[in-house]
């Protein structure tokens, strides 16, 4: 609900796809600067204290989304600074969220885990656009945002209540910088979790990074306002749970990461195929296969990176995996939005072309990248 207000508010106060791409930027750009530092907190502290703590910043923050609001003080660069305020401690909290999933359950479950766990995230993209198209059509932006605020009340309680098993052993401190270093040199030097995350940052920074630009599409390509960015948002969690569905399904012996390698390049392709419509039911369906696409993509692979990274570096892995998948999409929809500003202060039509040339370069690219992704599949996973 947030990430559908915060949206639609930049779009609203601009009228601008380069300052929907900058708001976006603002939020996911702090993950690439802040979040491989977090990491390595991520590997050294009591996690749940650690979650609870960034849980209560979340909430303030949210609740100054409210409050800057309530009283009129929101601006597009007063929106900016919230945003980096969130992103910053999105990026505290990414490389927890997929770490406490290895903790929570025995490794022959991991798997199963952790595309349920994406579902569930999925779902919230199905139900809380859906929400937050009401509120913002009925009650305004800054009744979202307090609604939302107060939802971490019940994410508070529930960490209250996880119970962790004994920390692995770590591996000796180096001091933060060593650690940092040494997280990225395990990365760079595993060959199947760096091809994993330039297949996954291909796509996330083209297909996922149009998803971020659904309020300029759902009001300058198909004007449908907020309702119609309701209904697009909604699309896109619909396709991520089904894409989560199949991939649970799918079973072991490498078929999520062959899924994952084919689910990126069909990203890129309905990519270009959402910029060839102005049709809004057609784009509401391209839309639904481009979240279907692009999550094959990610859970896929996340699939495999959690399997495969040894567990004495697995919050500073997670937290460069975070990069990619969270903070790319920023970048890509910047892009495009930049683009079409360029082109012609972000008309629907140069917004379509802009799409369709990202769609086709992200084909390109994750094709010629699906044979170092189906041979990282078939790498010896590591002992947890």
């Given at each position: 609900?947030?990430?559908?207000?915060?949206?639609?508010?930049?779009?609203?106060?601009?009228?601008?796809?380069?300052?929907?791409?900058?708001?976006?930027?603002?939020?996911?750009?702090?993950?690439?600067?802040?979040?491989?530092?977090?990491?390595?907190?991520?590997?050294?502290?009591?996690?749940?204290?650690?979650?609870?703590?960034v849980?209560?910043?979340?909430?303030?923050?949210?609740?100054?989304?409210?409050?800057?609001?309530?009283?009129?003080?929101?601006?597009p660069?007063?929106?900016?600074?919230?945003?980096?305020?969130?992103?910053?401690?999105?990026?505290?909290?990414?490389?927890?969220r997929?770490?406490?999933?290895?903790?929570?359950?025995?490794?022959?479950?991991?798997?199963?885990?952790?595309?349920?766990?994406?579902?569930?995230?999925?779902?919230?993209r199905?139900?809380?656009?859906?929400?937050?198209?009401?509120?913002?059509?009925?009650?305004?932006?800054?009744?979202?945002?307090?609604?939302?605020?107060?939802?971490?009340?019940?994410?508070?309680?529930?960490?209250?209540?996880?119970?962790?098993?004994?920390?692995?052993?770590?591996?000796?401190?180096?001091?933060?910088?060593?650690?940092?270093?040494?997280?990225?040199?395990?990365?760079?030097?595993?060959?199947?979790?760096?091809?994993?995350?330039?297949?996954?940052?291909?796509t996330?920074?083209?297909?996922?990074?149009?998803?971020?630009?659904?309020?300029?599409?759902?009001?300058?390509?198909?004007?449908?306002?907020?309702?119609?960015?309701?209904?697009?948002?909604?699309?896109?969690?619909?396709?991520?749970i089904?894409?989560?569905?199949?991939?649970?399904?799918?079973?072991?012996?490498?078929?999520?990461?062959?899924?994952?390698?084919?689910?990126?390049?069909a990203?890129?392709?309905?990519?270009?195929?959402?910029?060839?419509?102005?049709?809004?039911?057609?784009?509401?369906?391209?839309?639904?296969?481009?979240?279907?696409?692009?999550?094959l993509?990610?859970?896929?692979?996340?699939?495999?990176?959690?399997?495969?990274?040894?567990?004495?570096?697995?919050?500073?892995?997670?937290?460069?995996?975070?990069?990619v998948?969270?903070?790319?999409?920023?970048?890509?929809?910047?892009?495009?939005?930049?683009?079409?500003?360029?082109r012609?202060?972000?008309?629907?039509?140069d917004?379509?072309?802009?799409?369709?040339?990202?769609?086709?370069?992200?084909?390109?690219?994750?094709?010629?990248?699906?044979?170092?992704?189906?041979?990282?599949?078939?790498?010896?996973?590591?002992?947890?």
């Amino acid at each position: 609900m947030q990430r559908l207000g915060i949206g639609w508010l930049s779009w609203d106060l601009t009228h601008s796809a380069i300052w929907v791409g900058i708001v976006s930027m603002a939020q996911f750009m702090p993950m690439i600067v802040f979040g491989p530092l977090f990491g390595v907190l991520a590997d050294k502290l009591d996690r749940k204290r650690y979650a609870i703590v960034v849980q209560c910043i979340q909430m303030i923050i949210a609740g100054l989304l409210w409050l800057a609001c309530a009283v009129g003080w929101m601006n597009p660069w007063v929106l900016v600074v919230l945003c980096v305020a969130i992103g910053i401690s999105s990026a505290a909290y990414q490389p927890l969220r997929l770490s406490l999933v290895n903790d929570l359950v025995p490794r022959e479950l991991l798997q199963k885990a952790i595309t349920i766990n994406s579902v569930l995230f999925n779902s919230s993209r199905f139900i809380g656009p859906a929400l937050g198209g009401v509120t913002i059509a009925t009650l305004g932006v800054s009744a979202t945002f307090a609604i939302n605020a107060v939802t971490y009340l019940a994410i508070l309680w529930s960490l209250t209540q996880v119970v962790l098993p004994p920390r692995a052993e770590s591996s000796p401190s180096r001091g933060f910088a060593g650690d940092l270093g040494e997280g990225v040199r395990y990365v760079m030097h595993t060959p199947a979790i760096l091809q994993l995350m330039l297949v996954a940052g291909i796509t996330s920074f083209f297909a996922r990074g149009a998803i971020e630009l659904m309020p300029a599409f759902a009001d300058a390509v198909f004007a449908r306002g907020s309702t119609g960015l309701a209904t697009l948002t909604t699309a896109a969690g619909a396709g991520a749970i089904l894409a989560g569905l199949l991939l649970s399904r799918a079973g072991s012996g490498g078929r999520e990461a062959w899924l994952a390698a084919y689910g990126s390049v069909a990203a890129g392709l309905v990519l270009a195929l959402l910029g060839l419509t102005d049709q809004f039911a057609f784009g509401v369906a391209i839309v639904a296969l481009l979240a279907f696409s692009t999550t094959l993509c990610t859970i896929g692979m996340q699939v495999e990176l959690q399997s495969t990274v040894d567990n004495r570096f697995r919050g500073r892995v997670v937290s460069l995996w975070g990069v990619v998948t969270m903070a790319m999409p920023s970048l890509g929809s910047t892009l495009m939005g930049w683009l079409a500003h360029w082109r012609g202060a972000g008309s629907a039509g140069d917004l379509s072309h802009v799409t369709v040339a990202c769609g086709v370069a992200s084909a390109l690219l994750a094709w010629a990248s699906t044979g170092r992704i189906r041979r990282a599949a078939a790498s010896a996973r590591v002992p947890s």
